[in-house]
């Protein structure tokens, strides 16, 4: 399974920006697809993941109410609409996929990850 992130950028701190993540390869069909995010010194932490079956979503306290986390099925991809930014937002942001569907906030129950893609939120 491939996963491509895309849609990062600058932004100003209450701006919003949307992050998609295309999957290709593999078939999944039980999965879920998640986003973690890791600033400069920090550890990757979880933001969002959602059931690809039953479009179930769970969120960081930290993101609830701001992001919003949905899938596309016929094209395969996942979305993490993202307002009310802030700077402490700023990170770079990975998409996963766990096979086994289990909407996991940790990280290493996921199986694929794309490459980060850099959300800056300026003050």
């Known amino acids: 399974v491939q996963l491509q992130a895309s849609g990062g950028g600058l932004v100003q701190a209450g701006g919003f920006l949307r992050l998609s993540c295309a999957a290709s390869?593999?078939?999944?069909?039980?999965?879920?697809m998640g986003w973690f995010r890791q600033a400069l010194g920090k550890e990757r932490e979880f933001v969002s993941a959602?059931?690809?079956?039953?479009?179930?979503?769970v969120y960081a306290d930290s993101v609830k109410g701001r992001f919003t986390i949905s899938r596309d099925s016929a094209k395969n991809t996942v979305y993490l609409q993202m307002n009310s930014l802030r700077p402490e937002d700023t990170a770079a942001y990975y998409c996963?996929?766990?096979?086994?569907?289990?909407?996991?906030?940790?990280?290493?129950?996921?199986?694929?990850w794309g490459q980060g893609t850099l959300v800056t939120v300026s003050s």
């Open positions: 996963a996929a766990d096979v086994n569907g289990l909407n996991s906030r940790t990280a290493y129950m996921y199986d694929y």
């Open positions: 390869g593999r078939t999944l069909r039980k999965h879920s």
């Open positions: 959602i059931d690809w079956k039953s479009g179930e979503t």
